[in-house]
């Protein structure tokens, strides 16, 4: 039994030099150790022993069984510490390395043209408002002097949440006119850009979402030529200096004598060019003088106070600032586009 014992202990401990993982040494452990293991098929059989032989032998057991364990726990740890050092060397950074260039967005060149606009205005001691997208078709509409039955009320022309077509994507940014007469003292002087929706197919042109913004005075003795004045002053900031506009009549319910402002168009200088489709002539916007119904609508006594109010399309001004020829340019979003401005 003697020789079985150091025979196990010489053959285990020379078995746990050479594990290199913890799989293989905790098959080492069942075969030495574990209770179906060699070392105790030995101890077993001590009851073969005589009572002189058995204090020594248990002795001797247990002395095998404590280095095995010993060696057990070394080589575990031994293992370990390996495990670290590679998890440490594989982890290793390189701060030294140059880092990759984070790709920035560009701002779009229609926030350019905005910010110029803001500017020019705020100048002027203009406010700017923001207003809802989501609008009540009596602001947007029946608060315009646009009654029922008007064609741009149908639904053919305009996105409405119900039945009863009370709630819609405004079509226009003119409800913020009479948010404005509604919340802020006189005289005012607002502009306020923001998206505006409209039953249109996608073309050079036209796209169901586009941008507008809407401005507005309300004072004493204003008049037409301060609308003109203002306006043309926008177009050269906006254009440059000598940039030709031109003003022609038109309706809309809600001003009263109602506009339209075009400039020159770049690409031609007014000979007539695809990009204004021979006119020669960009339209720009809508305007007029506030008509005395929506003044009195808001409470406003249009004997005291007149205003005038305009529309503008954002993407034209951006089209016509930066030369842009295809009004889908501003919706695409390509950068390779929106990086040239
Ligand atoms: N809301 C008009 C449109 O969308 C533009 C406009 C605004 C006209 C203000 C006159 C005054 O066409």
């Not at 998206?195 to 003795?221: C, L, W």
């Not at 005038?308 to 009004?327: N, Q």
Request: glycine share 8%.
């Amino acid at each position: 039994m003697k020789e079985q014992l150091a025979k196990i202990r010489a053959e285990a401990l020379s078995a746990f030099e050479g594990i290199r993982d913890a799989a293989a040494l905790d098959e080492l452990r069942v075969r030495y150790l574990g209770k179906k293991g060699e070392l105790t098929a030995l101890l077993k059989q001590m009851g073969r022993l005589t009572p002189e032989e058995r204090p020594v032998m248990g002795q001797l057991a247990n002395d095998v069984r404590a280095a095995l364990e010993k060696a057990l726990e070394d080589c575990s740890a031994k293992l370990e510490a390996e495990a670290l050092t590679a998890k440490l060397q594989a982890e290793t950074l390189d701060v030294t390395v140059p880092g990759k260039a984070v790709k920035q967005g560009h701002k779009h060149p229609m926030y350019f043209a905005l910010d110029e606009i803001k500017d020019i205005f705020v100048g002027m001691g203009f406010t700017v408002l923001d207003g809802p997208e989501v609008e009540l078709a009596e602001l947007n509409f029946d608060r315009l002097n646009a009654e029922e039955g008007h064609p741009s009320r149908d639904w053919s022309d305009t996105f409405y949440f119900d039945r009863d077509s009370r709630v819609m994507l405004r079509s226009q940014t003119s409800p913020m006119q009479v948010r404005a007469m509604d919340t802020m003292s006189l005289p005012i002087r607002i502009i306020a850009p923001g998206r505006v929706y409209r039953k249109d197919e996608v073309d050079a042109t036209h796209s169901p979402m586009f941008h507008q913004v809407e401005g507005m005075v309300i004072d004493k003795n204003v008049t037409m030529a301060d609308l003109k004045g203002t306006l043309n002053l926008l177009a050269e900031q906006l254009f440059g200096r000598g940039t030709v506009t031109r003003f022609r009549p038109h309706h809309f319910p809600f001003t009263e004598p109602s506009c339209e402002m075009d400039v020159q168009c770049h690409k031609c200088g007014g000979a007539g060019c695809a990009t204004c489709k021979g006119e020669g002539w960009i339209e720009l916007l809508g305007a007029g003088m506030i008509h005395p119904n929506v003044l009195r609508m808001a409470g406003i006594d249009p004997e005291e106070w007149s205003g005038w109010a305009f529309g503008m399309g954002l993407e034209r001004t951006a089209m016509r600032r930066f030369k842009i020829a295809d009004l889908r340019l501003i919706f695409e979003n390509d950068i390779r586009f929106l990086e040239q401005f």
